[in-house]
């Protein structure tokens, strides 16, 4: 009954979900590298106006041991995606290719298969920031924003403890995630995304004072933070006033 509903609920085109990128490396160092790829992804397109992310962090609660989404298509209906992003990464010698396509979710047709993206094996996130600009470029050829330079990506190591941190973050484990965090922060001191769940940690176990200084050293990275992330880090500053008409606002974006 559930699945009926959602599938007479109209899928909205302009809304996107990244699926976590299917790791075929064999590789237990790239662990993570398919959960950053589907992260990075959507942090880039939610800076577009012309699209609709679904929220990295509902993605990634949906992925199971495997790192995978069971149902990718199913579970973008019922997120409402209209579109779906989903694709593999594979070892080439020293290189890793990453090659992506984009679905269209009611049909299943194939809309876009983009040519192979390579980078080094030992630094996978320049290979994820060209996968990234060439999507973006791919779903939102007319955005206004879609051309502009991007700011630069994390350290894929930051990036790593980033991933494991927002694990045990969603296991409610708030003072488990901290320490990872820290030592994302101290990789990448311009990672801002790290430092706003960082915030929301002490949030959470209701310690403002930490939550204060945290916020306002992730406050000066707000120009690097996509919308969602700025979002976010509103609702942190809110809570830490605690104006609760912006924390309810907010919490409703």
Same mark, same amino acid.
């Given at each position: 009954?559930? $699945?009926?509903?959602?599938?007479?609920?109209?899928?909205?085109?302009?809304?996107?979900?990244?699926?976590?990128?299917?790791?075929?490396?064999?590789?237990?160092?790239?662990?993570?590298?398919?959960? @950053?790829?589907?992260?990075? $992804?959507?942090?880039?397109?939610?800076?577009?106006?012309?699209?609709?992310?679904?929220?990295?962090?509902?993605?990634?609660?949906?992925?199971?041991?495997?790192?995978?989404?069971?149902?990718?298509?199913?579970?973008?209906?019922?997120?409402?995606?209209?579109?779906? @992003?989903?694709?593999?990464?594979?070892?080439?010698?020293?290189?890793?290719?990453?090659?992506?396509?984009?679905?269209?979710?009611?049909?299943?047709?194939?809309?876009?298969?983009?040519?192979?993206?390579?980078?080094?094996?030992?630094?996978?996130?320049?290979?994820?920031?060209?996968?990234?600009?060439?999507?973006?470029?791919? $779903?939102?050829?007319?955005?206004?924003?879609?051309?502009?330079?991007?700011?630069?990506?994390?350290?894929?190591?930051?990036?790593?403890?980033?991933?494991?941190?927002?694990?045990?973050?969603?296991?409610?484990?708030?003072?488990?995630?901290?320490?990872?965090?820290?030592?994302? @922060?101290?990789?990448?001191?311009?990672?801002?995304?790290?430092?706003?769940?960082?915030?929301?940690?002490?949030?959470?176990?209701?310690?403002?004072?930490?939550?204060?200084?945290?916020?306002? $050293?992730?406050?000066?990275?707000?120009?690097?933070?996509?919308?969602?992330?700025?979002?976010?880090?509103?609702?942190?500053?809110?809570?830490?006033?605690?104006?609760?008409?912006?924390?309810?606002?907010?919490?409703?974006?």
């Amino acid at each position: 009954p559930f $699945i009926n509903r959602a599938r007479r609920t109209p899928l909205n085109p302009k809304r996107v979900m990244v699926a976590p990128f299917e790791n075929a490396t064999r590789d237990t160092a790239l662990a993570l590298v398919g959960r @950053i790829t589907s992260d990075y $992804i959507t942090e880039g397109l939610s800076q577009l106006d012309s699209v609709e992310a679904v929220p990295s962090a509902t993605v990634l609660a949906a992925t199971s041991t495997n790192g995978l989404v069971a149902n990718a298509r199913q579970f973008a209906e019922q997120q409402r995606a209209g579109t779906l @992003i989903s694709g593999s990464i594979y070892k080439q010698g020293d290189s890793l290719r990453f090659h992506a396509e984009v679905t269209e979710v009611a049909s299943g047709k194939l809309l876009v298969s983009l040519s192979d993206v390579a980078g080094p094996a030992s630094d996978p996130i320049r290979g994820i920031r060209l996968l990234r600009e060439r999507l973006m470029g791919a $779903i939102a050829i007319r955005d206004e924003r879609a051309s502009q330079r991007l700011q630069g990506a994390p350290r894929y190591e930051a990036y790593e403890l980033f991933m494991r941190a927002l694990d045990r973050f969603q296991r409610q484990d708030y003072r488990g995630a901290m320490e990872p965090l820290h030592q994302a @922060i101290a990789l990448d001191s311009t990672f801002g995304t790290a430092m706003t769940l960082l915030a929301t940690a002490h949030s959470n176990l209701q310690e403002w004072a930490a939550t204060d200084s945290v916020a306002k $050293i992730a406050e000066r990275r707000r120009d690097r933070m996509s919308k969602s992330d700025r979002e976010h880090l509103d609702w942190v500053l809110a809570n830490i006033k605690g104006d609760l008409e912006s924390t309810h606002r907010l919490a409703q974006v």
